[in-house]
């Protein structure tokens, strides 16, 4: 009687470890699939730039506030990509809508802010952005794995 009690629970647990093991090679098959069939985001990032105003003073929280408020009104810039802080204001503007004279333009004629449009030192404009060392063995290894799913 022991004996077959030991062989039922020795079925019940093998039946269990299939069960898992079948979901288990299920939801594995699902991640493959996704993994394969997946399509890079596309997004219309090249378009996207960034541009700031430097203001003589600092900025307090009301000014700051009828800045994001006139700025969001300007063409080519959207109300989440508007930063405050002290004396500078950094937004992004769709380059093929407006380029940031415009909106410095557009800023002044809808009130006298006392500021200059920040422009980059001609030695500056030149030099890459990435901050990753592009010829380290990390950024070699991660472009690669994006090339292959990509």
Known sequence: MIYNLSIIANMKIKKILFILLGIVTLLLAILIFHIITAKPASYDNPNLQISRIEFESDIDSLQA????SDLRTIKGLTSDSIIVKRNVVVYFHNNKVTDSQKVFDELMSRRHYRAKRYILPPGMIAK???????????????RKINQFFN
Request: proline share 5%.
């Open 65 to 68: 506030k009828q800045i994001c």
């Open 128 to 142: 890459e952005v990435c901050p990753v060392d592009q010829s380290s063995a990390g950024y070699k290894l991660s």
